[in-house]
Every structure is written in C-alpha cells, then in structure tokens.
C-alpha cells in the first residue's frame, strides 16, 4: 500500500523575509555607502572602485564588505536550497535544511579564511593574497547581487528549472575564470612576482576542497 509522505518544504513566507532582508540590507548599504556602492557596481569593468577605496582602507573586511557578504550569503543559501530540494527531493524532510546550508557556508568561508592568512603569513605573500581576496570577496558580492532576480524567478514563478540551475552554475565558473584573468591582467608584476606560491595557494585552497565538496556530495 503506498503510503503518503509529508512534505515540510519551507515556506514561501519564509523566502519573503529572507529577500525583504536582503533588500534592507541593499537600502542601508546605498544609504551609509552611497558613493562606494556606485563605483562597487561597475567592479568588473573598471578599476574606480579599487583605486577610491582600497588604498584607504587598512582592512579588507569592512562594513561596507560586512553588508554585502551577508547579502551575498544569503542568496547562495536560497540558491542552495532550491536547487537541493529540486535536485533531491528526498531532502525536503530534513529538518532546519536551510539553517544547516547557511551555516555550513558561514562555517566554510570563515575557516577558510583563516587558513588563508596563515599560508599567506607562511609563504610571505600577504600582498598578494589580499589583492586576491579583495577581487574574491567583492566579485562574490557582486555574483550575491545577480542571484537575488534569479532566486525570485527560482522561488515564485519556475518553481524549479533544472535548465536554470545549470545555467547559473556554469555562468558562475565562468564568472569566476574571468575573475582569475582580470586579476592577472591588472595586478600580473605583483602576482608574477610570487607566482609559484600564488599557483600552489590556487590549487590548494581554492580547487581542492570544492573537489572534496563535490566528491561529498555525490556519494
């Protein structure tokens, strides 16, 4: 006898909060940033945004950065989510899935970063990887700021695409090759000159444990 499942999926209500935060956290950034977030938008395409503030600042992390990372997180967790639940619907039923998902991020990206600045001190290429890690964080905030369109159409209309979840997924590797030659291309006397520890920095934390992820995920 086939026996019905219960379907916790999480609420649409629930994604309604999430993007009406998302766009508070973009109205207060616009507002206490007004003239960084312009110069922000046009990152790729110019290097205004780089020239204007980076040198002033001490601190890549910052409240500006502060704000979009959590923008940025919270749209690849919706993106996540959605493309989870599409993809393995048996998923639907573990409990608290989108607090695990936003958390295991966070936990990511923190720990991370931490190795990072250790191997940057270790190898003594700090300049570097904080070139490298202010194009990483902005570009990603940036990437955060394209998804929210995509997670509306995902969450309220498409109702899950599998064309669309493969789309973004693509546009974002390759979002992030032309990320890799643009810091090349403007930054190349400074990278060349540590290019061997830039390479195994790359390969190490940068490849390697999305492999491990993907390996994890597919078993």
């Known amino acids: 006898m086939l026996q019905t499942v219960e379907r916790t999926l999480i609420s649409k209500d629930l994604f309604t909060l999430f993007f009406v935060i998302t766009f508070c956290l973009l109205v207060i950034t616009r507002f206490v940033f007004r003239k960084q977030f312009g110069f922000f938008l046009s990152f790729l395409v110019s290097n205004k945004y780089q020239n204007q503030f980076i040198a002033k600042q001490d601190h890549i992390?910052?409240?500006?950065?502060?704000?979009?990372?959590?923008?940025?997180?919270?749209?690849?967790?919706?993106?996540?989510?959605?493309?989870?639940?599409?993809?393995?619907?048996?998923?639907?039923?573990?409990?608290?899935?989108?607090?695990?998902?936003?958390?295991?991020?966070?936990?990511?990206?923190?720990?991370?970063?931490?190795?990072?600045?250790?191997?940057?001190?270790?190898?003594?290429?700090?300049?570097?990887?904080?070139?490298?890690?202010f194009h990483k964080i902005n570009a990603r905030n940036l990437f955060g700021l394209i998804l929210i369109p995509i997670?509306?159409?995902?969450?309220?209309?498409?109702?899950?695409?599998?064309?669309?979840?493969?789309?973004?997924?693509?546009?974002?590797?390759?979002?992030?090759?032309?990320?890799?030659?643009?810091?090349?291309?403007?930054?190349?006397?400074l990278i060349i000159s540590k290019l061997f520890y830039f390479i195994l920095y790359l390969c190490a934390l940068e490849i390697a444990p999305y492999l491990v992820i993907y390996k994890f995920l597919i078993k």
């Open 151 to 189: 997670n509306l159409l995902l969450v309220y209309y498409f109702d899950g695409n599998k064309f669309i979840f493969f789309s973004v997924i693509c546009i974002f590797f390759l979002y992030n090759l032309i990320l890799l030659f643009l810091l090349l291309k403007n930054h190349q006397i």
């Open 61 to 133: 992390i910052n409240g500006f950065t502060t704000l979009l990372f959590v923008v940025q997180l919270i749209s690849f967790a919706i993106f996540s989510y959605v493309a989870a639940v599409f993809f393995r619907p048996d998923l639907v039923n573990v409990p608290l899935l989108f607090v695990k998902i936003i958390s295991f991020m966070l936990f990511f990206i923190i720990i991370k970063y931490i190795i990072e600045k250790i191997i940057a001190v270790i190898l003594d290429i700090e300049n570097q990887i904080d070139t490298y890690n």
